[in-house]
């Protein structure tokens, strides 16, 4: 088939490597505009489209500011596309566009359907304590991530995973998930069936405000959410007014408990209390500072008795 893929973030890269592997004909790639980076903000190509400067520089490559732009349109509609396969693009697409390629556009979204749709599914489902994951295709509709399924890959989540390392391996391994879709629907062997009605649950993005730590709540909770929140938008908590970061933490049901946030500096650990158990600090960030480990951190600073964390 004639393709036209869609995606910005490095997680569509190796979905995009694949379909260039594949054999399908890449025909044209859409990714969001360039946008500010850095600390002086100069305007950067998003990872897909650096790739596609790099690897196929001859293929379209198209940076609408909105998908209902009249002239994408119609750059896209000459394209002559059977399908547009789609990986974090990053903005809703209007009806007019949808009815474009002949067998319209086919999302890669990280998590099996219909649980966890919206804009962080593999956050979400680490917080939420879930046990498996996964990744599905399926075709897209105008209500967010309800369309029917062509296929899915599960994945077990890992006591360790954080939300960087489960996506990797969810981009890594949807990436074949994607191309055999679009294979199934090339040879007419793949039909789409409709999502359960059952079992509907909402990822919406994971802002700033969300990953500040409430260190009240049971450990595990804590745990969970600081993995979930790594690397983006990143954990964090307030000492003595200042914004510290946080990397995973190992929950110690054998240490003596602390009032939460309670910080217990030791010769080799940094414990703080939560709701129940303590958990041991692993990776900070302190204002000022490069991140380091907590004990190498509570090292180099004074930290008086009773000092505790989020007030």
Known sequence: ?????????EVAVPALEALQASSHELVGVVTRPDAPAGRGRHLVASPVAQWVAEHRPDVALLKPEHPRDP????VLRALE?????VVAYGALLPQSALDIPRHGWVNLHFSVLPAWRGAAPVQHSI????????????????????????????QTIRPDDTAGTLLAKL?????????????GIADGSLEARAQQSEGVSFAPKVLVDDARVDWRLPAAGIERQ????TPSPGAWTTLEGDRMKLGPVWIDDTADRLAPG?????????????????????????FGKKQMPAADWA??????????LGK
Do not use: N
Not at 71 to 74: I, L, R
Not at 171 to 183: F, R
């Open 1 to 9: 088939m004639r393709v036209v893929f869609a995606g910005t973030p």
């Open 71 to 74: 002239d994408f349109q119609q």
């Open 81 to 85: 596309p059977d399908c547009c396969p």
């Open 127 to 154: 917080w939420a304590g879930d046990e498996v994951t996964g990744a599905t295709t399926f075709q897209i509709v105008k209500e967010l991530d309800a369309g029917p399924v062509y296929g899915l890959m599960t």
């Open 171 to 183: 981009a890594e391994g949807g990436a074949g998930l994607l191309v055999s879709t679009l294979d």
């Open 226 to 229: 600081i993995r979930a929140c």
């Open 262 to 286: 309670e910080l217990r500096i030791g010769r080799r650990a940094v414990h703080v209390g939560t709701g129940t158990h303590p958990v041991r600090l692993g990776e900070v960030k302190a």
């Open 299 to 308: 090292r180099g600073v004074t930290v008086p008795a009773g000092t505790t």
